[in-house]
């Protein structure tokens, strides 16, 4: 037996209209359009190998001092110039 929850979602009325127009092309429910859509994206996203980000790192002793104490703007002063 497969027990269902209630729930409410708040979705774009174009992506409803288009949504409801679809089950009703393809002869179902709203409900089985989403639930299908779902398992779609939840089975796909559990194939999907996971990302990894390739270790760039280079050798230092860390961020330096002028940028610790100036904060953000240091750091964006010192990448594009003062006053940006």
Same mark, same amino acid.
């Given at each position: 037996?497969?027990?269902?929850?209630?729930?409410?979602?708040?979705?774009?009325?174009?992506?409803?209209?288009?949504?409801?127009a679809?089950?009703?092309?393809?002869g179902?429910?709203? #409900? +089985?359009?989403? *639930?299908?859509?779902?398992? =779609?994206? @939840?089975?796909? #996203? +559990?194939?999907d *190998?996971?990302?990894?980000? =390739?270790? @760039?790192?280079?050798?230092?002793?860390g961020?330096?001092?002028?940028?610790?104490?100036?904060?953000?703007?240091?750091f964006?002063?010192?990448?594009?110039?003062?006053?940006?």
């Amino acid at each position: 037996m497969v027990t269902r929850v209630k729930t409410t979602i708040d979705i774009a009325d174009a992506l409803f209209a288009e949504a409801k127009a679809e089950a009703e092309r393809r002869g179902t429910s709203l #409900r +089985s359009l989403v *639930e299908d859509g779902l398992r =779609q994206l @939840l089975d796909r #996203r +559990s194939q999907d *190998e996971p990302f990894v980000l =390739q270790d @760039l790192s280079v050798g230092g002793r860390g961020i330096r001092a002028e940028y610790l104490a100036g904060g953000h703007d240091a750091f964006l002063d010192a990448a594009y110039g003062p006053g940006r």
